[in-house]
């Protein structure tokens, strides 16, 4: 039973344009999602993180939307750029300290010149 | 600041032969992550570790896998023997609590079981 969902395998964005990548998740007890950001034979880097109280948080060009009533969120990176070419996985969590972090299978993003 | 250091890089070993990875997670991380990552899905968390202590191993399949943290600092995870089906990536992970702001993952190790 997957608990974080990322449906689209992979996305095609043309560089310059907005990016947006879609996860989902079924545990209501998450209250804590991040993005990781992946290149080929690199371990997953942290990217950016939102907690459920907020609606939206945003640093540089990654803006990160929570939807907590449709258990949805959204990563929005605009503009895209081709170094942005990547896999992305979304993950959860709770703020308790004993809770693991649950990954999606991820999205490959391919950043079109 | 050196990262989180795994070695190898890639193994590739018959079925029914032992394996081991090693992991140097950052100075001064206290918690220390072991995951797995099968093609085309997202990690998995096998075990974490609180200094020395494996606070969760409940992912581990115990009869074939065994990890240590000896004083707190380097890792070793153990498959013995190992199956076609273990063929994944191996990535540890650590940070200086649970982390909350991420952890920080290191370039994992390649398995092949052949």
């Known amino acids: 039973d997957q608990q974080v969902k990322q449906n689209s395998p992979s996305l095609s964005v043309q560089e310059g344009r907005i990016s947006i990548l879609n996860c989902d998740y079924t545990n209501s007890m998450f209250d804590y999602f991040l993005w990781y950001k992946k290149y080929p034979a690199e371990g997953p880097t942290f990217l950016i993180s939102?907690?459920?109280?907020?609606d939206k948080n945003e640093d540089g060009r990654f803006t990160v939307f929570l939807n907590k009533s449709a258990k949805h969120l959204s990563l929005h990176i605009v503009p895209s750029q081709p170094g942005d070419s990547a896999v992305y996985f979304c993950a959860a969590s709770t703020l308790n300290r004993d809770d693991k972090i649950i990954f999606g299978k991820g999205t490959r993003l391919h950043i079109l010149p | 600041e050196a990262g989180v250091v795994q070695s190898p890089r890639y193994k590739i070993i018959e079925k029914k032969q032992p394996v081991a990875f090693w992991c140097n997670p950052i100075?001064?991380?206290?918690?220390l992550y072991w995951y797995r990552q099968n093609l085309g899905q997202g990690p998995e968390l096998l075990i974490r570790y609180e200094n020395e202590e494996a606070v969760d191993d409940s992912q581990l399949p115990k009869d074939r896998f065994s990890a240590e943290r000896l004083k707190g600092v380097d890792s070793t995870l153990k498959i013995q023997p190992a199956e076609l089906g273990d063929s994944a990536v191996y990535l540890c992970a650590s940070s200086f609590e649970q982390g909350q702001r991420g952890y920080t993952f290191g370039s994992g190790t390649r398995l092949t079981v052949v």
């Open positions: 100075s001064g991380h206290n918690t």
């Open positions: 939102i907690s459920s109280i907020k």
